[in-house]
């Protein structure tokens, strides 16, 4: 099943959890566009494809300014993987497709 679509977000964090809705436009070279909205606010972000696996960076400025690297594995109509937050270290992501 494609990667493709609109999921529905959850990342656990050290201040509990922040949902998200994240939209994946895969392109013809291996990469992905979209935006993410939700608790952390919204920004357009872009990627990469590899299979199955979602690979991205974003910025979030609250609760304070944080480089985020995450990546998700796409399996049916779920999706499983991390998000890296500086000293706060990886944290879960699930997801399923809204």
């Excluded at 959890?17 to 606010?41: I, N």
């Excluded at 872009?46 to 944080?66: E, H």
Aim: aromatic share 6%; with cysteine.
């Amino acid at each position: 099943m494609s990667v493709a679509g609109t999921w529905d977000i959850r990342i656990k964090t050290p201040i509990g959890d922040q949902l998200a809705k994240v939209t994946v436009v895969p392109d013809a070279m291996g990469g992905f566009s979209g935006d993410v909205s939700g608790d952390p606010g919204s920004m357009p972000i872009s990627g990469q494809v590899d299979g199955n696996r979602l690979t991205w960076n974003m910025k979030t400025t609250k609760p304070m300014p944080l480089d985020l690297t995450c990546h998700a594995d796409v399996e049916g109509d779920t999706m499983a993987g991390g998000v890296k937050a500086g000293f706060f270290g990886t944290m879960p992501l699930t997801g399923s497709r809204a």
